[in-house]
């Protein structure tokens, strides 16, 4: 189910529920992107 799925269904659970989700998901990815971008930069120097 993508994000975008999931920002929208609201059926199981509560909005706030469901915004906290989606947020930690969001954070998830984002560390994973920026260490790999980190990863590559600190290869460069």
Known sequence: MTLLNLA???SSMSK????ERI????IK???IIL???WE???KLQ
């Open 40 to 42: 590559k930069v600190k």
């Open 16 to 19: 706030e529920a469901e915004y």
């Open 8 to 10: 929208t269904d609201y």
């Open 35 to 37: 260490k790999e971008e």
């Open 23 to 26: 947020k930690n998901e969001i």
């Open 29 to 31: 990815v984002t560390q």
